[in-house]
Every structure is written in C-alpha cells, then in structure tokens.
C-alpha cells in the first residue's frame, strides 16, 4: 500500500506564498496522474492543480497564475508552489495519486493513493 506524506502547509498572510510537498512512503513505479486538491470546513473536496505523466498540467480556475504544480520524475515527488495566496485559499491540502486513465483533476474517484494532508491557512 503506497502512502503519501505531504508538507509545507501553513499560516500565512494574504499575498503570501507556500509550498507544498509530497512524497511516497515507498519506491513507487510512475502513477499515471499526480494531483493536489483541497477541502474547506463544509466543503466538498475540490481538485486544485494535476499532472499526468507526460507533463500536462491542469489547474482549477481559481489558481491559475498563481500555483504551480511540478514532480520529481526519478521519485515521483510532488510539489505546489502557491503564490499570492488569498484567504479563500485556506483549506486542508491533500496529495493524491492515481494508476487509472480516467485519473483528471474532476474525476476525485479515479485516485486511489492519498496523504493524510497539510493545513493551510490565509488571513486577510
């Protein structure tokens, strides 16, 4: 069973910048998708940045030109640069995984790995 441990989080202020990290527990061979998503209190979970194994990149609309989502293709480590972060950022922030080809950043389903994740918070 692969884990997924993720880092990084935080408080900070708005305008802020984070970065996110996550690692497997263990060697893992290459997953076919890679994402970051969120959840705030009385939300659902929400896709935020995914990359596929080929090096497309999907962001939700509300991140673009402000994230940055890359991996260590040797370990498959996973990393979101957040800058000028708004409070409607905070949110616990999860690391995810997937061996399927339905894996995309609106299909949650279709990922099997998770990390417990990492909190972040923005004040205004």
């Known amino acids: 069973q692969v884990q997924l441990v993720e880092s990084g989080g935080g408080s900070v202020q708005a305008g802020g910048s984070l970065r996110l990290s996550c690692a497997p527990s263990r060697s893992i061979t290459r997953p076919y998708c890679m994402g970051w998503f969120r959840q705030a209190p009385g939300k659902e979970r929400e896709g935020v940045a995914s990359?596929?194994?080929?090096?497309?990149?999907e962001y939700a609309d509300s991140v673009k030109g402000r994230f940055t989502i890359s991996t260590d293709n040797a370990n498959f480590t996973l990393a979101l640069e957040m800058n000028n972060l708004e409070p409607e950022d905070t949110a616990m922030y999860y690391c995810?995984?997937?061996?399927?080809?339905?894996?995309?950043?609106?299909?949650?389903?279709?990922?099997?790995?998770w990390g417990q994740g990492t909190q972040v918070t923005v004040s205004s």
């Open positions: 995810a995984a997937s061996y399927r080809a339905t894996a995309t950043l609106r299909t949650i389903g279709a990922f099997d790995y």
């Open positions: 990359i596929h194994y080929g090096g497309t990149t």
